[in-house]
């Protein structure tokens, strides 16, 4: 089925490629106005590769409040890292950082329920392999393990990820850049006799001290370690997230990394080996840093990813939150707004505007902190100079507001 023949609309009032946290949370928005909404999402089951552990900033409150009653809960860290600089922000109402905890899996599972509670309907396996716009709507080539079909929607917004399909189907660039480094990440099992809490970290033999959840700079290249029942608390004790940071050279990103690539990435960071005993869900990850060149191309829009990816962790989700409450509201307007509401004063096209200088400023801080990463001169001496400076309680605040806006 594709137009209602009938009335000759679309059969849709929004498609949305992409079921991911994005795609999820503007699904429910939309279905809560009562706004016909159909989620097309490639892959047949949702992936089981770890991502986010969490919101951090203004999104945080956001999603807890439409998540209220699922038991999580928004906390402000008195500790949290920029890039490899620890921001000590004290406690109580004038820390402005706010972190809602939560594995990226759990959050989608919450996301989904509530907007198929709402009435979105979401079909997986179906992904979306083209489309064209008329003046009414566009046309959408769905392609699944049925076959090919098509269907019809007023709007189509991409939320799907950082190597959007509709965007660059839509003739959108993706301007920006690729970073140098090469971040490898895992699961591992250490052992209780292996690892001894102290300090804010930890003693490893063989490795000396190490500070968790932040990177930790050595000649090799950065590490950081955090044990997931610290982010989760149903998680076992001896489980640990790793990471490595070094240059790249000729590797590419992978999200199955062989172990052997994981301790020999390890060896030359850390100069020894790490005691894991096992190690899952391996991957590797290279940082980019780029924005849409247009968030609307008529009836197509982009969200999250798709329209933004950063070079620098814990943000991404910030703004994509954003990216789809401010598109939900403007669609509620476009589509069951007044009836005097000027057709000419599209809702939709203050959507770019909004979303870029913010988005524009999230670029900048997280450029910050991957420049405050590098291992030469430059990166040592930065380092040094904000080190000094954030240990102003005033400063480490102010660059908490930047992590908090987005
Ligand atoms: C290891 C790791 C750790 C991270 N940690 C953090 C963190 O701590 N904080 C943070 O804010 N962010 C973090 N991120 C980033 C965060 O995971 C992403 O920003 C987030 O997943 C983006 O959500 P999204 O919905 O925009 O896109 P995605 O989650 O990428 O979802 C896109 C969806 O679109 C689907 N799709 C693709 N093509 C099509 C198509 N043609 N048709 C239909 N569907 C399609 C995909 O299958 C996918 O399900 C991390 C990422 C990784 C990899």
Same mark, same amino acid.
């Given at each position: 089925m594709g137009m209602d023949q009938d009335a000759g609309l679309p059969e849709w009032e929004v498609a949305i490629a992409g079921a991911g946290p994005i795609g999820l949370l503007l699904a429910g928005e939309l279905a809560e106005a009562g706004i016909r909404t159909l989620v097309l999402e490639a892959a047949a089951e949702p992936s089981a590769i770890p991502k986010a552990n969490g919101i951090v900033g203004r999104s945080a409150r956001d999603i807890a409040q439409r998540l209220a009653g699922s038991g999580l809960r928004v906390v402000s860290p008195p500790q949290f890292p920029f890039g490899p600089v620890a921001l000590h922000? #004290?406690? #109580?109402? /004038?820390?402005p950082l706010h972190v809602l905890a939560v594995p990226q899996r759990r959050l989608e599972q919450l996301l989904e329920d509530r907007a198929l509670a709402h009435g979105a309907l979401l079909r997986r396996g179906h992904a979306v392999a083209g489309f064209v716009q008329t003046d009414s709507c566009v046309q959408i080539d769905v392609r699944g393990a049925h076959g090919e079909n098509r269907v019809s929607a007023a709007y189509l917004v991409g939320c !799907? #990820?950082? /190597?959007s399909f509709v965007r660059k189907h839509a003739g959108i660039g993706f301007p920006g850049f690729t970073s140098d480094q090469i971040a490898r990440i895992a699961r591992v099992i250490i052992p209780a006799d292996a690892i001894t809490p102290a300090g804010d970290g930890f003693d490893i033999p063989g490795i000396g001290r190490v500070a968790a959840m932040r990177s930790n700079r050595l000649p090799g290249g950065g590490f950081s370690i955090a044990p997931l029942a610290a982010l989760d %608390?149903?998680? %076992?004790?001896d489980l640990y997230l790793i990471s490595t940071h070094e240059p790249r050279g000729t590797a590419e990103p992978s999200d199955d990394v062989p172990v052997d690539e994981l301790r020999a990435s390890i060896r030359r960071v850390l100069s020894a080996d790490l005691p894991f005993t096992a190690a899952t869900a391996i991957r590797s990850t290279i940082g980019n840093s780029r924005q849409a060149d247009?968030? /609307?191309?008529g009836r197509v829009l982009l969200a999250g990813d798709a329209a933004h990816i950063f070079?620098?962790?814990?943000s991404s989700l910030n703004a994509g939150v954003q990216d789809a409450l401010d598109l939900a509201r403007r669609f509620v307007t476009t589509? /069951?707004?007044?009836? &005097?509401? !000027? %057709?000419? !004063? !599209? %809702?939709? &096209? #203050?959507y770019e505007a909004a979303r870029r200088p913010a988005v524009d400023r999230v670029l900048e801080h997280t450029r910050v902190q991957a420049a405050l990463s590098g291992d030469d001169e430059t990166g040592r001496a930065l380092r040094a100079v904000w080190e000094k400076l954030v240990a102003e309680r005033a400063a480490a605040r102010a660059v908490a507001r930047l992590l908090e806006a987005a």
């Amino acid at each position: 089925m594709g137009m209602d023949q009938d009335a000759g609309l679309p059969e849709w009032e929004v498609a949305i490629a992409g079921a991911g946290p994005i795609g999820l949370l503007l699904a429910g928005e939309l279905a809560e106005a009562g706004i016909r909404t159909l989620v097309l999402e490639a892959a047949a089951e949702p992936s089981a590769i770890p991502k986010a552990n969490g919101i951090v900033g203004r999104s945080a409150r956001d999603i807890a409040q439409r998540l209220a009653g699922s038991g999580l809960r928004v906390v402000s860290p008195p500790q949290f890292p920029f890039g490899p600089v620890a921001l000590h922000l #004290g406690s #109580g109402p /004038r820390n402005p950082l706010h972190v809602l905890a939560v594995p990226q899996r759990r959050l989608e599972q919450l996301l989904e329920d509530r907007a198929l509670a709402h009435g979105a309907l979401l079909r997986r396996g179906h992904a979306v392999a083209g489309f064209v716009q008329t003046d009414s709507c566009v046309q959408i080539d769905v392609r699944g393990a049925h076959g090919e079909n098509r269907v019809s929607a007023a709007y189509l917004v991409g939320c !799907d #990820g950082a /190597r959007s399909f509709v965007r660059k189907h839509a003739g959108i660039g993706f301007p920006g850049f690729t970073s140098d480094q090469i971040a490898r990440i895992a699961r591992v099992i250490i052992p209780a006799d292996a690892i001894t809490p102290a300090g804010d970290g930890f003693d490893i033999p063989g490795i000396g001290r190490v500070a968790a959840m932040r990177s930790n700079r050595l000649p090799g290249g950065g590490f950081s370690i955090a044990p997931l029942a610290a982010l989760d %608390p149903a998680a %076992p004790a001896d489980l640990y997230l790793i990471s490595t940071h070094e240059p790249r050279g000729t590797a590419e990103p992978s999200d199955d990394v062989p172990v052997d690539e994981l301790r020999a990435s390890i060896r030359r960071v850390l100069s020894a080996d790490l005691p894991f005993t096992a190690a899952t869900a391996i991957r590797s990850t290279i940082g980019n840093s780029r924005q849409a060149d247009a968030y /609307r191309a008529g009836r197509v829009l982009l969200a999250g990813d798709a329209a933004h990816i950063f070079n620098a962790g814990g943000s991404s989700l910030n703004a994509g939150v954003q990216d789809a409450l401010d598109l939900a509201r403007r669609f509620v307007t476009t589509l /069951r707004g007044a009836a &005097d509401v !000027d %057709p000419i !004063d !599209d %809702p939709l &096209d #203050g959507y770019e505007a909004a979303r870029r200088p913010a988005v524009d400023r999230v670029l900048e801080h997280t450029r910050v902190q991957a420049a405050l990463s590098g291992d030469d001169e430059t990166g040592r001496a930065l380092r040094a100079v904000w080190e000094k400076l954030v240990a102003e309680r005033a400063a480490a605040r102010a660059v908490a507001r930047l992590l908090e806006a987005a």
